[in-house]
């Protein structure tokens, strides 16, 4: 470096322990430039009961087959003269007046599996009814695009289906100072000192000898970067606000990660619904809410976008215990500051013609929602990643 190049960035360096301005618009500069997109993906795992969510209150279909578990109109948000969202969706109807939420009506797939485990797996993995497949479809997009397991976080301890890929998976982590200090553990370090050339090349042991060094890699990367940046909003004390609340950390630390995953537990109402449901949307509209404003004072809401789904909706008719029974297609939310149709996406159920089980008939499948993130959010192959091509939204 020519002398007078090196005194003038000496001078620069200097200047940054003298004038707190710089600093501050440093920082603000490296904050705004981050702009890769990230998808936040939540599960209401059980099978939120759609039609109790966003409410057909001018059908009277709706009220003849919940005679005692619809909601009236006047316990409602009116959205407009047919629809409402349920009461405790407040929070979330305001970041729906902003133009902020598209709900896409009547998502599921052909033939659909009424069990939460098989349908989570088929939503995990973005198979067919019939296709059974060990690779989730946010792992295949790990293998295709991105090569480092700290790309796909899990908020959970552990990893599920929907983010292992043939050859990396994400990592799963509700804490990340305790992710770091499990992998700094003895004998951890001793299995993989002992590691050779003939570990990593046997198929199984090599498999297993590469995860748990990506595991270490990933581990320091997400606790090293997350710890620069600690919320000051309060979110609500419950896990799923402690989820929200750590990825928004993660997020607003600059971590490099592109997609988080979180599930909600709870939504399986078979009995008691009415409050149980209730409490429920109360947890995920709150929390939601603070999570927004979290990323949008950081900057950071541009660039992120989040799904939230259900692995199905309920049936039409109540059940004796004031409840609902497993159905089939329900309503996916898109919360972002991109979307191209906020509001709603396309029609509401048609309550009069419903399949063989008094379900909700899907005419949206949810891989054309998966196919759009990927081209259109993500901007990566999408055929490859949901190994076939399936028709766009314009969302």
């Keep these: 470096m020519e ?14 322990f003298f004038v707190p301005s710089f600093v501050r618009a440093f920082e603000n500069v490296s904050n705004t430039s981050l702009g890769f997109k990230k998808l936040v993906i939540i599960q209401m795992a059980g099978g939120n009961d759609g039609l109790n969510t966003i409410i057909p209150y001018s059908n009277d279909i709706y ?3 919940r005679p005692t578990l619809a909601i009236k109109k006047d316990a409602l948000i009116t959205i407009n003269e047919h629809l409402g969202f349920h009461q405790s969706l407040g929070p979330l109807k305001n970041l ?3 133009g902020y939420v598209s709900i896409i009506n009547n998502v599921g797939y052909p033939n659909p599996n009424r069990s939460h485990f098989r349908s989570t797996d088929i939503w995990q993995t973005a198979s067919d009814a019939d296709e059974y497949l060990d690779t989730g479809w946010l792992g295949r997009y790990l293998d295709e695009n991105i090569h480092k397991s700290y790309w796909g976080i899990e908020l959970d301890d552990n990893l599920s289906l929907v983010l292992k890929g ?3 998976n994400g990592i799963a982590t509700k804490n990340p100072a305790i992710l770091y200090n499990n992998m700094q553990t003895p004998y951890f370090k001793k299995v993989l000192d002992h590691q050779s050339e003939e570990h990593l090349s046997e198929h199984n042991l090599g498999y297993l000898y590469q995860t748990m060094i990506e595991a270490r890699s990933s581990a320091k990367y997400i606790y090293e970067t997350s710890k ?3 919320s000051s909003f309060e979110y609500p004390d419950n896990p799923f606000g402690k989820q929200l609340k750590t990825t928004a950390e993660f997020i607003n630390s600059g971590l490099k990660s592109r997609v988080y995953y979180i599930s909600m537990g709870g939504f399986d109402t078979h009995a008691g619904q009415i409050n149980r449901q209730s409490r429920l949307l109360d947890i995920y509209s709150k929390s939601i809410e603070v ?8 900057n950071t809401f541009k660039d992120t976008l989040i799904l939230t789904f259900s692995e199905f909706g309920r049936r039409l008719k109540q059940n004796a215990a004031n409840g609902t029974d497993h159905g089939a297609a329900n309503n996916v939310f898109l919360i972002g500051k991109n979307l ?11 309550l009069s ?4 089980n008094g379900d909700v008939k899907h005419t949206v499948d949810f891989r054309s929602i998966y196919a759009t993130i990927l081209d259109r959010w993500l901007e990566v192959n999408d055929a490859a990643i949901l190994n076939r091509s399936f028709s766009k939204l314009d969302f």
Aim: net charge positive; hydrophobic share 30%; no cysteine.
């Design 3 to 16: 002398r007078r190049h090196f005194l003038k960035q000496s001078a620069l360096a200097s200047s940054l």
């Design 63 to 65: 009220y003849n087959s």
């Design 96 to 98: 729906y007046e902003k």
């Design 166 to 168: 043939k050859t990396l």
């Design 228 to 230: 620069t940046f600690k």
């Design 291 to 298: 999570f927004f404003k979290d990323l949008e004072r950081n």
């Design 340 to 350: 191209k149709a906020p509001g709603f996406y396309n029609e509401m159920p048609n």
């Design 353 to 356: 013609n419903l399949d063989n």
